[in-house]
């Protein structure tokens, strides 16, 4: 009788045992694989992608999408610098894909979205209610208003913030502006562009230079630049190509000197990809324009599909209907 009640529970034991070797087993699983999805994108993409991830769950529940925002400068950095999961990385400078992580961390790039820069600010703002796209400059250099920009070394729209300003010292024949608007702002430089929202919001900045998509995604207010600062028309690339600015390269004492010209983002899969498969389908989506693209567009940015890429020949052959062939750079 003690012999059938030892046996009895031996069995019970060693079948709860199973149970949970096999829970573990699956846990396991479930965090990674093809059951987990890691993008790195650019600090300005915070709104579309949460909305792009949303939407592409629903169509793949099984995946679990973890993102990473930061200044695309800082995310190319953790893509060739740190041992992170990088699936996927979404730059708001196709260029910070071409100069920082081709060849040695990436085979190509797609561009998939368009941008303009702005001077954004809120109604609280010094001045709000007299600022325009003829004297926001003056405005901004004012003793009592406070400005900011975010860091060229790490973030493109910091890059971009130079060239609107070079570009403005041209347009308004004022020397010395340029560097009058990037001293003030300076005083408040942030590693990303959105690091400013915040203190936008609390009043402790007046204005600042940002990308318009992201003051319409946060509902602020802008001023709408000229089309020779906003470094949103293509057709203007041999005017904004009149000025350029040095930047941190990848290694220690190098730098970058980097030329004005219309924004183009773009998006890539690293070397590092963990899941393949699951990033192709992920990029696809992006690059559709029923999927991606529209949400692009719904949060204030051109959609840019297909794409030219010098890249097309390496390319997954999945997201080859997305791109055009260019000439390289």
Not at 31 to 46: E, K, M, P, Q, R
Not at 233 to 251: C, F, I, R
């Amino acid at each position: 009788m003690i012999s059938s009640v030892f046996n009895m529970q031996k069995t019970i034991f060693f079948i709860a045992f199973l149970i949970l070797v096999g829970c573990a087993g699956r846990s396991e699983k479930q965090d990674t694989g093809n059951n987990v999805l890691h993008i790195i994108h650019a600090g300005s993409l915070t709104y579309p992608v949460q909305h792009m991830k949303e939407a592409f769950s629903k169509e793949h529940p099984e995946v679990r999408i973890r993102t990473e925002a930061w200044g695309s400068k800082a995310g190319a950095r953790r893509v060739s610098d740190l041992d992170n999961p990088a699936d996927i990385f979404l730059s708001a400078d196709y260029l910070v894909i071409e100069h920082m992580l081709i060849p040695a961390h990436a085979s190509w790039y797609i561009p998939f979205a368009a941008n303009e820069m702005a001077i954004v600010y809120t109604e609280e703002s010094r001045h709000a209610g007299e600022i325009n796209r003829d004297n926001w400059h003056d405005i901004m250099r004012r003793p009592e208003v406070n400005t900011g920009r975010s860091d060229p070394d790490q973030d493109p729209c910091g890059v971009r913030s130079v060239f609107t300003a070079k570009l403005a010292e041209i347009y308004y024949e004022e020397e010395g502006l340029a560097d009058e608007l990037l001293t003030k702002a300076g005083q408040h430089m942030r590693p990303k562009e959105t690091d400013l929202i915040a203190l936008l919001e609390t009043g402790h900045l007046d204005y600042i230079f940002l990308y318009r998509s992201v003051a319409v995604q946060h509902g602020l207010q802008y001023v709408a630049l000229p089309a020779e600062l906003s470094l949103g028309n293509p057709d203007l690339d041999h005017w904004y190509a009149q000025v350029s600015t040095e930047t941190l390269g990848t290694a220690p004492g190098h730098t970058i000197t980097e030329t004005g010209q219309s924004m183009i983002y773009g998006l890539t899969i690293p070397h590092k990809v963990e899941n393949r498969k699951m990033a192709e389908k992920f990029a696809a989506f992006v690059l559709d324009k029923d999927k991606g693209q529209r949400i692009m567009e719904d949060s204030g940015q051109p959609p840019l599909s297909p794409g030219r890429t010098p890249y097309y020949r390496q390319l997954p052959e999945k997201l080859k209907e997305f791109a055009v062939p260019a000439s390289a750079p």
